[in-house]
T-cell receptor
């Protein structure tokens, strides 16, 4: 099946620094990628929809300036957590769907972010 | 608006027992897709099944089976002869065309414990 690679899988950063998470579709093109956040023992909360070549669409309550999303190509989307704080510590997962097909979304392995 | 309800927060069964995970969904669309994903302790999301709204046939895949009933807006998942390796969080999800970006909305998940 299709593969979505997310990097890094784990990151620890100091409060106030920025962290970039990459999401790549390895064997297909994705015009749309999705970023989710998952708190411990909770469901996946959709943060934003990343559209190639245009601005991301953020869900209500998600700070655009805090969580910067860039979708520069059909195989890469990045999420940058700016000026990270301990409350940003969470599990972030991206997913991607193939261009032109309403199929299952393939998910990356997730990134566990810890802000100290 | 779309919504997915997984009423069972946590279930524990003894190995070899059958277990059914419930999922009820809401959408205004007549065309939509339903999914089940498994999230083991490692965190990655494993795709299990996708079902479109026009296909009400039940599906069986090994020890897994799914019962889709449009009349009750349910898409239940049964594991037969459960095994310890089935222990995970299981998410039911929905993607409907009322949402242009085809984003997938997740239920809150059911944490399944299979006891040896």
């Amino acid at each position: 099946g299709a593969v979505v690679s997310q990097h890094p899988s784990r990151v620890i950063c100091k409060s106030g620094t920025s962290v970039k998470i990459e999401c790549r579709s390895l064997d297909f093109q994705a015009t749309t990628m999705f970023w989710y956040r998952q708190f411990p023992k909770k469901s996946l909360m959709l943060m934003a929809t990343s559209n190639e070549g245009s601005k991301a669409t953020y869900e209500q309550g998600v700070e655009k300036d805090k969580f910067l999303i860039n979708h520069a190509s059909l195989t890469l989307s990045t999420l940058t957590v700016t000026s990270a704080h301990p409350e940003d510590s969470s599990f972030y997962i991206c997913s991607a769907r193939e261009v032109g097909r309403n199929t299952e979304a393939f998910f990356g392995q997730g990134t566990r972010l810890t802000v100290v | 608006a779309q919504k997915v309800t997984q009423a069972q927060t946590e279930i524990s069964v003894v190995e070899k027992e059958d277990v059914t995970l419930d999922c009820v969904y809401e959408t205004r669309d007549t065309t939509y897709y339903l999914f089940w994903y498994k999230q083991p302790p490692s965190g990655e999301l494993v795709f299990l099944i996708r079902r479109n709204s026009f296909d009400e046939q039940n599906e069986i895949s090994g020890r897994y089976s799914w019962n889709f009933q449009k009349s009750t807006s349910s898409f239940n998942f049964t594991i037969t002869a459960s095994q310890v390796v089935d222990s995970a969080v299981y998410f039911c999800a929905l993607s409907a065309l009322e949402n242009r970006d085809d984003k997938i909305i997740f239920g809150k998940g059911t944490r399944l414990h299979i006891l040896p």
